[in-house]
Structure formats: C-alpha cells, structure tokens
C-alpha cells in the first residue's frame, strides 16, 4: 500500500474521481481516501509513478507520502 497526499482533493466527488481513475487502469485497486488529511491509501500492482501520471491526468497532481 503507497500513501499520496493529494491536496486538490477537497470533497467526496474528488474522491469518487480519484478512485475511478485509478480502477479504470487497475480494476482491483484498494482506494481509501481520507479527504480531512487530503490523502489517499493505495493498493495496487502499479509502479508509484504510473500511480502519480494516472492522478495527475485526472486533474489532481499527487505526491507519495
Ligand atoms: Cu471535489
């Protein structure tokens, strides 16, 4: 599991985008946002820096914790 803090991430929508993106390349990601602490808790297969392309194509640039 790779921790991001993503600081654009301000509501549930933000979320439910960032957990999308990440399922649409790997459907069988763990995503757990925590938007009070604006990061996010991943599981998955890919590499940290496809994880940051795919977050930052989707509008919120993220950095690992
Ligand atoms: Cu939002």
Known sequence: MISFLVPDMSCGGCANAITRAIQK????????PDLPAKSVA????????????VLLKAGFPASQK
Do not use: N
């Open 25 to 32: 390349i790997d459907p069988k990601a763990v995503v757990t």
């Open 42 to 53: 991943i599981e998955t297969a890919m590499p940290v820096e496809q994880v940051q392309e």
